[in-house]
């Protein structure tokens, strides 16, 4: 890049790592290179040096990583091996599970007859899990003593049966955290006795609150998935060392802020990848003035779809995985397998095509590349069909191999159906562009809404391909894609704040017509959690070399009617709660959301208000890119812009389609169908009854030749 970077941000997804270096005048480049899960350090010095050049990184300010190795540690089970201390009588914790969880993941038709499916196999397995007694009882007192000779026991056969960590999870931990603490005495104790390296790890450090189901399963992703992925993160921030970066490595964070490596809850940035463009899409709704987008993200493993409402993303603070719940805070993405790595195959039964769900991912990767993998998939399709250049993929360091994927369908799919190849390969662009598109429809309309009241914006390497394709007939009120929308989750992790945010269970109970001496009672419960959580902040921010004082701190509150099973965040009015008065404004702000959420006559202060769990968000200013905002100028693009022209397959027939350089257009241009315009990262197809423009963003608009 010609000038020096202030920030290089990465998005390591299952088959491509995407950096971008972005200079202190918000000016970008990006690199891309293959994903190498052994050693994630080698993709990203290859895409690290294609952005940046090799030059030294002693100016940069900030490097931030996002991407999926916790979540495909889970997903496929290769972390490490995790025992767990529960209290006696709960061992078969993992086997009973919560009730919403034995349907949780299903589809509609799936949830009525859930009791007959088969159920995901434990986190743990049931000899590894192992129950001692006492209890700490709901309003944090010692209700039975802990029997300390049942957890010498137990530690002692969890050793012997060679786990890698413990995790330990006790009832009631998060009010008082004493019978973990002792648990953890004796278990460092018997560790080192019996000369193991098993680590520890206790709920009430990690996850301070409520539903134990969920609190448990994320215990033991921390311990499962977690050191393990800071052990490929320690790699990456090597290598940048090596190359004169000075700082930290910081990472994502599934709710959208961003953490020091050593963060003790790593396991917050397991859906660091995923969400990333829904970040840079909060960021660029910022900056151009729109509000409500649909987020798609299209790769090479999976279709990830996510809202923004009001400029916001939403939030979660469970999800499930694997059909299993986890008590992370978590924007919101929905994820079908629809990448282009997906395999392309005949049911011999049925004689019909099946995509996936199983993908070639970066090795052996698809036909074309020439790896070894001989069953074609969706890339090779789009290739077959025209769409992409063989000779500027990865802006030309790979060389897709044509007459290899072309073969590869003929045999595996076009013969059987004895169709033509390129037939096969148009219906599965068309096959994916439909799943692609009822995966959005489905999203708005569960939740509510309509596309007429949302932008969509289509990213990632493969989003802007069949972005007419999937948003076809849903009517939204504008459809988009970027130059660099390979690298925009890397660009949006590069847009956040420096944020942690932390969350502990509490009790506060205020019934209808509370005098001010109870309300002021409850006000002391809860500054007492958001000092306990304070605290907890303020050593995790000297821990990582920040200064507090530059922190913007914000207390959080949850608060729900009594009776009520769900509850709303409410950013508090007041830093303490000091008397009724500041009680009465929390509980106003709750009332003031809760009617326009669910409209004004669905309020019940009668019931009284509950607040379960308490909050607190951290955030510290960084640097981050800028977009230029460029003046319009003439509709016809430049001579330099256009390549060509080359044959596509597009619905039945061959169409000469001019070919444009997407890093030659400029704000003002518009581009007429049938054309491909290129990029060294991405390509959009533009089909017959459509046309691109550009804005002074830089956005490129898809229309409709005649309307919108």
């Not at 190795?69 to 006696?88: F, S």
């Not at 009010?175 to 000369?195: K, L, S, T, Y």
Request: aromatic share 6%.
């Amino acid at each position: 890049m010609g000038a020096v970077p202030q920030i290089i941000s990465c998005d390591t997804g299952g088959t491509m790592t995407d950096v971008i270096a972005v200079d202190a005048a918000g000016r970008f480049v990006i690199g891309k290179a293959a994903t190498t899960p052994s050693d994630q350090s080698e993709g990203y010095v290859e895409a690290l040096e294609e952005a940046t050049g090799g030059i030294r990184l002693d100016a940069v300010e900030a490097c931030v990583y996002s991407g999926t190795a916790m979540l495909n540690a889970l997903l496929t089970g290769t972390g490490r091996r995790v025992g767990a201390i529960v209290p006696r009588g709960e061992e078969d914790i993992f086997l009973h599970q919560r009730s919403r969880q034995t349907w949780a993941g299903y589809g509609y038709a799936d949830v009525l007859h859930h009791a007959a499916h088969h159920r995901p196999e434990p986190l743990v397995p049931r000899r590894l899990v192992k129950g001692v007694s006492g209890r700490i009882d709901m309003f944090g007192a010692e209700a039975i003593p802990l029997y300390e000779d049942e957890v010498r026991s137990a530690v002692h056969s969890l050793v012997e049966e060679g786990v890698d960590a413990i995790a330990v999870c006790l009832l009631f931990s998060y009010m008082n955290p004493m019978h973990e603490q002792r648990v953890a005495e004796i278990a460092h104790d018997e560790i080192e006795a019996a000369q193991s390296s098993a680590t520890l790890h206790l709920s009430h450090e990690l996850i301070p609150i409520t539903r134990e189901q969920g609190r448990l399963n994320t215990l033991v992703l921390h311990a499962a998935a977690a050191e393990p992925c800071r052990e490929q993160l320690a790699r990456i921030e090597g290598a940048l060392r090596e190359r004169g970066y000075e700082r930290s490595l910081q990472v994502v964070l599934s709710h959208g802020g961003v953490a020091d490596i050593r963060y003790p809850r790593l396991h917050e940035s397991t859906f660091s990848g995923p969400i990333g463009g829904l970040l840079g899409a909060r960021y660029l709704a910022r900056e151009v003035g729109a509000d409500n987008w649909v987020c798609a993200d299209m790769g090479g493993t999976s279709f990830d779809v996510g809202l923004l409402r009001g400029g916001e993303p939403i939030l979660d603070r469970e999800v499930t995985i694997t059909r299993r719940i986890f008590n992370l805070p978590t924007l919101v993405m929905d994820t079908i397998g629809a990448g282009m790595g997906m395999y392309v195959t005949v049911d011999p039964i049925t004689s019909r095509i099946t995509l996936g769900p199983e993908s070639a991912g970066a090795d052996p990767g698809p036909v074309s590349y020439g790896g070894g993998n001989d069953i074609p998939t969706v890339m090779d399709c789009a290739l077959v069909c025209g769409l992409l250049n063989p000779d500027n993929y990865l802006g030309g360091k790979v060389r897709l191999d044509t007459d290899a994927a072309l073969d590869s369908l003929e045999r595996h799919c076009a013969k059987p159906l004895d169709v033509d190849p390129h037939y096969v390969a148009d219906g599965v662009l068309a096959l994916v562009a439909s799943r692609m598109r009822e995966h959005i429809r489905t999203i708005l309309s569960t939740r509510g809404f309509s596309p007429a009241d949302h932008r969509l914006l289509a990213y990632g390497g493969a989003g802007p391909l069949l972005m007419a394709a999937y948003t076809e007939g849903l009517g939204f009120q504008g459809v988009a894609t970027l130059p660099w929308a390979a690298a925009f989750s890397a660009f949006g992790a590069a847009t956040v704040d420096l944020t942690h945010r932390y969350q502990k269970s509490t009790g506060v109970v205020i019934p209808d017509g509370a005098g001010d001496e109870w309300k002021a009672g409850m006000g002391h419960m809860v500054n007492a959690g958001w000092e306990e959580l304070e605290r907890q902040a303020r050593a995790d921010l000297e821990a990582e070399g920040l200064d507090w004082d530059e922190a913007v701190v914000q207390p959080l509150a949850y608060v729900r009617y009594g009776g009520q099973m769900e509850d709303l965040e409410i950013a508090s009015p007041v830093p303490r709660v000091n008397g009724a008065r500041d009680m009465d404004a929390l509980t106003d702000v709750f009332e003031d959301l809760y009617g326009r959420i669910y409209a004004g006559v669905a309020k019940h202060p009668e019931a009284g208000y509950h607040i379960l769990e308490l909050g607190l968000t951290v955030t510290v200013a960084k640097a981050k890119p800028r977009l230029t905002r460029r003046p319009r100028g003439e509709t016809a693009p430049a001579p330099a812009a256009v390549k060509g022209t080359r044959d596509v397959y597009h619905e039945g027939a061959w169409l000469a389609a001019t070919i444009y350089d997407m890093e030659r257009l400029a704000p003002g241009n518009a581009v007429a169908a049938p054309a491909v315009i290129e990029a060294a990262t991405t390509t959009l197809f533009v089909p017959p009854g459509y046309r691109v423009e550009m804005d002074e963003w830089s956005l490129l608009w898809l229309r409709r030749e005649g309307g919108r």
